[in-house]
């Protein structure tokens, strides 16, 4: 089967659902919904004053969800309520640049994704329940709490994730996963670069 993913307002093709792992994110956010230390909804609104860090604006990338700011106190785990995600992820990285309908996510139903550009959040009745990085040149400061990315090498993933990496062979090509965390290798070299990234359902189907 071919994977859907969603670039810009277009879908594009893949074949990942992210791993066994990923799915049971998934099936575990549709059914319960997460603390979120952020402010109101209707703060969506100013999302064109991004909080900065040093180095600009962050977004963290976990297993469970993400990271708002890259602070604790900023977590959005799967499960959160879709506006209370959006408007903690648009005050970060600005304003979403489309809201895209899915038919069918992984066959579990109807489906949103949100566009932030290099990074797609992904929503079922309601719910945050995946994530997906696929360009780190736009906005690099995104990736996880140990520095995986896209862009980065397969040497340095053991240590951005936490330990070593399972890799397999794929429809997809060269897959990865660690902790929840999943992504595709731009080809089976030692020294490849990770050119996608997720977590949750990624509303993708082989």
Do not use: Y
């Amino acid at each position: 089967m071919k994977r859907i993913l969603l670039t810009g307002t277009l879908l594009l093709a893949l074949a990942a659902c992210g791993g066994a792992g990923n799915n049971a994110a998934a099936g575990n956010a549709q059914g319960n919904a997460a603390n979120v230390a952020t402010p109101a909804a209707n703060d969506a609104a100013a999302g064109d004053n991004h909080a900065e860090s040093a180095d600009g604006p962050r977004v963290l990338l976990t297993g469970t969800g993400l990271l708002a700011d890259g602070t604790d106190a900023s977590a959005i785990r799967f499960g959160a309520g879709r506006a209370d995600t959006l408007a903690a992820v648009t005050r970060t990285l600005g304003q979403q640049r489309a809201l895209n309908a899915i038919e069918d996510c992984s066959g579990s139903g109807p489906a949103q994704a949100a566009d932030f550009g290099p990074l797609v959040l992904f929503f079922q009745q309601d719910r945050f329940v995946g994530w997906e990085q696929r360009d780190a040149s736009e906005q690099p400061w995104i990736g996880t709490p140990g520095g995986a990315s896209v862009g980065a090498r397969r040497p340095d993933l053991a240590a951005a994730l936490g330990g070593p990496i399972q890799v397999e062979q794929s429809t997809l090509g060269t897959e990865f996963s660690r902790d929840g965390i999943s992504g595709l290798l731009a080809s089976a070299n030692a020294d490849a670069q990770v050119d996608r990234l997720w977590a949750g359902s990624n509303c993708a189907m082989r």
